[in-house]
């Protein structure tokens, strides 16, 4: 779905002019990110969400095209979780801090910086 959400990215007129089914896309999308979300939790627990915060990072760093941003985030992920992994391990040696309470505590004012971020003068709350 790279190419057909990359199209989608110029809006939904400009898709529809260019011969994408829009709602179709949209659909096939969501299913995909609903599916591979359950997943990702069902196999890794609650240290998934890591998924929803890469992208965003990523997006940041290499822009929008989705051929890169999907390869780019994975390996952000898996770097970002071991890396807090390590942390966790080393910071109060020699307790271990769940991983998970490590990530919780760098993710959650990202999001709440995400909820917040201003664009074109609202508040996307």
């Known amino acids: 779905l790279a190419v057909d959400l990359n199209v989608l990215c110029l809006g939904e007129e400009s898709a529809t002019g260019l011969g994408l089914n829009v709602t179709r896309t949209r ?8 599916l591979l979300a359950g997943a990702a939790v069902s196999f890794a ?4 969400f890591v998924g929803l ?5 990523v997006r940041r760093l290499v822009g929008t095209d989705h051929r890169v941003l999907v390869p780019a985030s994975a390996l952000l992920g898996a770097a970002f979780v071991t890396v807090c992994d390590i942390a966790a391990r080393l910071l109060f040696a020699p307790f271990e801090l769940p991983v998970g309470i490590l990530l919780s505590l760098i993710g959650g004012p990202f999001f709440l910086s995400l909820l ?3 664009k074109r003068g609202r508040l996307y709350v």
């Not at 915060?53 to 990072?57: N, Q, R, V």
């Open 27 to 34: 659909f096939l999308g969501i299913l995909a990110a609903a």
């Open 45 to 48: 627990g609650l240290l998934s």
């Open 53 to 57: 915060l890469a992208p965003h990072i």
């Open 116 to 118: 917040l971020h201003r």
